[in-house]
């Protein structure tokens, strides 16, 4: 099992530009998460998804947009990049409740 | 906003010595868990806790809920460098176990 993968690891964007973060995880689970990770701040949940064709909005949802097509894709979506999204972003996912499954993240800034 | 506290932000210590590091809240979680995190990676999972006042054990690291679950700690004996990391807290509460309140970690330098 690969687990959680993200794609890519690192871009730069430019203000105004979009991108997608790919998340794909081959251990079957139903729930998938999105988060963003600034220095010193923790993790923020930005969306969330409890099956195929269901999303959720987190804590940090603006200026993202999410779709869950398959059990096993879960893309975030950055429509017009802005400085204040340069983070770094996690994708989980989570069978029950409890254990999430982290992939290895992707470093995003934007200037 | 439920919020979880964590504490010290920093620590740096010898190999060998004991600590022990803290998560509060002044919410109820229904469970609590700790992962940790090396540089340029994801958070992995140590531990889960649900019950208050539980204890458990990972070899040298013992995990305990509060009575009234608001709070956790961990504690690392004779630390190692492999220890080194950033350790968080995240809280579930309510019906939506699955989404977790993370705190914003206490960043661990064990020094050979």
């Known amino acids: 099992n690969a687990g959680v993968t993200q794609t890519p690891k690192f871009r730069i964007l430019k203000i105004g530009q979009s991108m997608t973060l790919q998340c794909t995880q081959d251990?079957?689970?139903?729930?998938m998460y999105w988060y963003r990770q600034d220095p010193g701040m923790g993790l923020k949940l930005i969306y969330y998804s409890v099956g195929a064709g269901i999303t959720d909005k987190g804590e940090v949802p603006n200026g993202y947009n999410v779709s869950r097509s398959t059990t096993e894709d879960f893309p975030l979506r950055l429509e017009l990049a802005a400085p204040s999204q340069t983070s770094v972003y996690f994708c989980a996912s989570s069978l029950t409740n409890y254990e999430q499954y982290f992939g290895p993240g992707t470093r995003l800034t934007v200037t | 906003t439920q919020l979880l506290e964590q504490s010290p932000q920093f620590l740096s210590i010898q190999e060998g010595e004991n600590l022990t590091v803290y998560c509060n809240s002044s919410?109820?979680?229904?469970?609590l868990q700790w992962y940790r995190q090396e540089p340029g990676e994801g958070p992995v999972l140590l531990v889960t806790v649900v019950t208050g006042g539980e204890v458990k054990k990972l070899k040298r690291l013992t995990f305990q809920f509060g009575d009234a679950r608001k709070d956790s700690s961990l504690h690392i004996t004779a630390a190692q460098p492999g220890d080194t990391g950033l350790y968080l807290c995240?809280?579930?509460?309510?019906?939506?176990?699955?989404?977790?309140?993370f705190g914003k970690g206490t960043l661990l330098t064990v020094n050979p």
């Open positions: 995240a809280g579930a509460s309510g019906g939506s176990n699955y989404k977790l309140t």
């Open positions: 251990m079957n689970h139903n729930y």
């Open positions: 919410s109820v979680f229904s469970s």
